[in-house]
């Protein structure tokens, strides 16, 4: 019989692997200053392309004020239990009744992190007969939520339609032998590569298959549709999305996060969600920013203007520069690039070192081999200077890239890692 750490000892994980050559610079970067368009990194200034404050209020001064306020009158421990128990309170029913409204449903349920609600929505959604459907690409919040799952699951191909066909109609055998239903999830946004969830195609499918749809809209929310309530709103169909999920975490530069839709289903949620039963209330001060950071969201269309005004000028920038920023349909701005790992450190290193620009990287195995992904967050407090030193920084990147000079820079580390 082995120790339980023994596995542990001999190998830390996929990403735990590269810790000693990546830990501190590449994973777990220390930026620091105020939430914005520029911070600090090892004591240098840089443009932060990598923080989802879309509409730039984590930083903003009437933000600040009422989360200090809120602190100030109610401390971190308000209220105290979980909702069902002792932590409910009227200000929580206020932005659950405003949220519900700024996106169109009858009802809405807070949550205390986005991650671990849609684990539990998933969990509470569906029984073992039912089956879900669920494209490929979803957020692991979406992976372990369906993991928990014990009757049937299938996965399509990423936005493929015909793929979701296949398996609706694999999923309607199944739920007609068990009697059960059939749950789509998709996000509204892919936060990796920025494409929407083919929300408007897929609802379209409602009228063949009898499914409910839950989306994790997380990087619509306050980004996308004329209001700013996201993907559904975007393409028109937020009326056929049964339960909606964003989280405060991007666009609302906070902590929490929620679900709407009809209120039968949301009182059902908020007596079987074991995320919310069984774990403290969000905290007073969370609600009460949340509450003023809707108001805001709803009031100033010029945050959301702003923001495209930015993503615009970037993705447009970077396509006439002759980058290939994929098939991003959001303020998501993958920049794909060939090279190895090494060489892609050895860029990103220079990116920061050398122009001040602070991306994030993603190498295989969330990509394919051989491919480099820089992932830039547009947000409203960035300038049109910042875009312009960017696109300058990026077309440099690239030569020294095609040259070579990252592949010669890389060498030592290459020769480590395949050892
Ligand atoms: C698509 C998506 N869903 C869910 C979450 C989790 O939200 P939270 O950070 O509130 O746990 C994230 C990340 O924040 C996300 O990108």
């Not at 051989?370 to 407090?381: C, D, F, N, V």
């Amino acid at each position: 019989m082995a120790d339980l750490f023994d596995k542990i000892y001999k190998d830390k994980g996929p990403l735990g692997k590269w810790s000693e050559v990546a830990e501190g610079y590449f994973v777990f970067p220390k930026l620091e200053g105020p939430i914005s368009n520029r911070m600090k990194f090892r004591g240098q200034d840089v443009i932060t392309w990598s923080v989802n404050d879309y509409l730039g209020l984590a930083n903003h001064p009437e933000v600040r004020k009422v989360d200090a306020e809120a602190a100030a009158e109610w401390g971190s421990a308000y209220p105290m239990g979980a909702r069902m128990m002792s932590g409910h309170t009227s200000l929580h029913e206020k932005l659950q009744e405003e949220l519900a409204s700024f996106v169109s449903k009858e009802a809405a349920y807070l949550l205390n992190f986005g991650y671990q609600g849609m684990v539990s929505t998933i969990d509470a959604l569906v029984s073992k007969k039912d089956v879900i459907v669920y494209d490929v690409d979803a957020h692991a919040c979406i992976i372990d939520g369906v993991r928990l799952h014990l009757g049937q699951r299938f996965t399509y191909k990423h936005n493929d339609m015909e793929s979701i066909e296949k398996n609706l109609q694999r999923a309607e055998k199944i739920a007609e032998q068990t009697g059960g239903g059939i749950l789509v999830i998709s996000e509204g946004v892919f936060g990796m590569r920025g494409e929407q969830g083919k929300l408007k195609e897929i609802v379209a499918l409602k009228e063949k298959y009898n499914f409910r749809l839950l989306v994790d809209d997380a990087h619509g929310f306050g980004t996308l549709g004329k209001t700013g309530a996201g993907a559904g709103e975007e393409q028109g169909v937020q009326d056929q999305i049964d339960v909606y999920f964003a989280t405060f975490a991007k666009s609302l530069a906070s902590t929490g996060a929620f679900i709407a839709g009809d209120q039968e289903i949301m009182d059902y949620l908020k007596y079987n969600l074991r995320s919310q039963m069984f774990a403290k209330s969000l905290q007073m001060q969370l609600v009460i920013g949340a509450l003023k950071r809707l108001e805001m969201l709803r009031t100033m269309p010029e945050l959301k203007e702003k923001l495209w005004e930015n993503v615009n000028a970037l993705q447009n920038g970077l396509k006439d520069s002759g980058f290939d920023i994929g098939t991003t349909q959001s303020c998501v701005t993958p920049v794909y690039l060939k090279g190895s790992i090494p060489e892609a450190m050895a860029l990103v290193n220079d990116l920061r070192e050398n122009h001040g620009i602070f991306c994030s990287i993603v190498v295989y195995p969330v990509i394919p081999k051989g491919m480099i992904l820089l992932r830039l967050i547009p947000t409203a407090t960035h300038t049109l200077e910042d875009v312009e030193i960017t696109l300058t920084a990026f077309s440099a990147i690239r030569e020294r890239l095609e040259n070579g000079t990252y592949r010669r820079l890389s060498a030592g580390v290459a020769e480590a890692m395949e050892k």
